[in-house]
Structure formats: structure tokens, C-alpha cells
């Protein structure tokens, strides 16, 4: 039997007087096969250690016990700490760290594995209400991840997934481009947890493919932003807006080949990097002085 079995959840639930916190996004996975295959897609082996958001009672947590090196394991909900103590008890390879991930200094935690050296994977089943957050807050930490296979609200995937003109393409499916490449695992039906969320799921692969590295990256991804902010607009409207500056902002545009009535969502990733890196330095400027 699994954690993840039903009847084995419900009895630890019971057996803990456990209620679930709304607030915290806490819908717990009760179906193995969607584990095993999440496992199997992230190829969690010996030699890999794992880093799981929120574990709940650990039914996504067993399965990468079973099979990874380590896994850091960050709970914000401290009643759900001897619940896991509980559960995994067989597993002396887990770390729960009782923390809010988001206040989580990464990179000194990551030293905390027995084998630091050893590639990091991020698994795990996100609570939707900060999934984004999450996402940018480990991409942000520098840590140089494997990779990431992660479950999410649909609607939220769909953004990771889309290409210019789609209508969901934003600036965050440009700067996750910049990153990394990014697969549909499987959708996965609100009907497999408990409770039952109101949204679909979807799980979602990222691989980082280390192809890009401008020193400055937070300037990089304010521009993207930036061009974004008013969805209609053209991508000239919303630059000069960012840049306080029409004359600058029609330059800039002129110099990386982009027509000022493109709107950003009709642009790629490639257009993106051209206009910054056709006026880096003007643009880096830009960004400190409005930071
Ligand atoms: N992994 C479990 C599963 O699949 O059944 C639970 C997933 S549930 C969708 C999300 C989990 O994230 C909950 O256990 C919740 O308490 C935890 N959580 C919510 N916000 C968090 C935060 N900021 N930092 C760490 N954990 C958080």
C-alpha cells in the first residue's frame, strides 16, 4: 500500500485529526500511477538529488525516497511536520525543512545535501495559489537545476507552453523560452485528489538548456515585462512607457529591426533578445534606475 492509496490517506488523516488548509493550496494527490509516472519522466535515480515543494503527507515524497540520492522537502504547514515524520518514517533519506519556500535562502540550503555535487531536480505538485512565484523564486536562486517536472493548474501550464500569437503567450512564456525547453508530461483531472480542487492539472517538464547567459538577466526579463504591460498596446506604446522616453523607445526598436506597431504578443523570444541585445547598456540603465 501507498500513501497515496485513498484508504491509506484517509486513515492518516484521521489517525492525525488532520483539516486541510485552503489557504495553503492543499489538495493531496491520490493516485499512483500519476506518481510513478511523474517519477519515471523526472528519471529520479541514486545519483540525483530532489528538491519537493510542499509534500503534504508525503504521497509524491515516497516515491522520490524510493528512488533518489536525497530529497529536501519544504512544508510551510508545521502541522503537517509529524504527519511526515509519521509516514516516511522508513525513509532515512528525506529532509523536511518546515519553511515557506518562497523565504528559502536556496542556495545555502542546497549545501545541506549529503552529495551537494550531485544533479538537483525540482519534483513536485505545486500549490496553485503560488505557482508562478515558486518558479521564479528557483530559477532566480541561480542554482544550476537539472531539471523540473512539476505539476500545475492548467490554465497556469498552458502560459509555460505558448508560442508567439497564442493567446495565452505572455512574458512569462518568453523568459521560461529564454531558460529552458518545456513538455507536456500529462493532464491529470481534479477528480484524483482530495480534496477536490475546482481547476484540471497538468504536469509539466522543464529542461534547462543552458543556451543563453546575459550578465544581466533581471534587466532582461524587466524589458520582456515591460513590453507586456498593456496586452493591446503596441510593443512601442508599452517601451516608451517603461522608458519615459518616445524618441528612445522608437530607436531602440529601429536598431533590432522590430516595427513599433508589433505588439509584443505577436513577437519571439529571438525579437526579444535582438532589441536587447541591440541596446544593452541603454536598457541595463533603464532597469537601475527604475529599480
Ligand atoms: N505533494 C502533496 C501531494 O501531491 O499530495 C501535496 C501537494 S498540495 C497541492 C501543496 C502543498 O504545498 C501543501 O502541502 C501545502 O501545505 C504546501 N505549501 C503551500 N504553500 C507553501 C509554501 N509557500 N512553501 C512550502 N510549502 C507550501
New binding site residues.
Given amino acids: 500500500m501507498r500513501i ?1 492509496d485513498y484508504s491509506v490517506t484517509k486513515a492518516v488523516l484521521e489517525r492525525h485529526g488532520f483539516t486541510f ?1 485552503k489557504s ?7 493516485d499512483t500511477n500519476i ?1 510513478q509516472k511523474i517519477v519515471d519522466t523526472a528519471e529520479i535515480d541514486k545519483n540525483v538529488n530532489v528538491i ?10 515516497e516515491f522520490l525516497a524510493e528512488n533518489a540520492a536525497e530529497v529536501m522537502a ?4 508545521d502541522r ?1 511536520v509529524p504527519i511526515l515524520e509519521d509516514t516516511l518514517r522508513d525513509h532515512d533519506n528525506v529532509n523536511v525543512i518546515n ?6 535562502d536556496l542556495q545555502t540550503r542546497v549545501k545541506e545535501f549529503k552529495n551537494p555535487e550531485l544533479p538537483i531536480k525540482v519534483v ?7 505557482t508562478t512565484p ?1 518558479l521564479m523564486h528557483l530559477i532566480e536562486s541561480k542554482i544550476p537545476f537539472a531539471e523540473f517536472v512539476v ?1 500545475m493548474q492548467k490554465e497556469v501550464g498552458q502560459r509555460f507552453l505558448a508560442q508567439a500569437s497564442a493567446k495565452e503567450y505572455n512574458a512569462l512564456s518568453v523568459i521560461w523560452q529564454y531558460k529552458c525547453d518545456c513538455k507536456k508530461v500529462m493532464d491529470v483531472s481534479r477528480h484524483v ?1 482530495w480534496p477536490s ?1 475546482r481547476v484540471d492539472s497538468v504536469v509539466l517538464q522543464f529542461t534547462f538548456h543552458h543556451k543563453y547567459h546575459y550578465a544581466n538577466e533581471a534587466a532582461f526579463f524587466w524589458l520582456v515585462k515591460s513590453c507586456f504591460v498593456q496586452r493591446r498596446k503596441t510593443i512601442y506604446n508599452n517601451l516608451q512607457n517603461a522608458l519615459k522616453d518616445k524618441e528612445l523607445a522608437l530607436q531602440m526598436l529601429e536598431k533590432a529591426g522590430i516595427a513599433p506597431s508589433k505588439r509584443a504578443q505577436q513577437c519571439q523570444l529571438e525579437d526579444f533578445m535582438r532589441l536587447f541585445e541591440a541596446n544593452e547598456s541603454s536598457l541595463i540603465a533603464a532597469y537601475q534606475n527604475q529599480s
Fill in positions: 497515496a488548509k495553503f493550496g492543499q489538495n493531496f494527490l491520490t506518481l519537493e515543494i510542499g509534500p503534504g503527507i508525503g504521497a509524491l515524497t519544504f512544508e510551510i504547514d503537517l519553511e515557506d519556500v518562497l523565504k528559502a513536485a505538485n505545486l500549490p496553485y495559489y503560488i515558486i505539476m485528489f480542487p
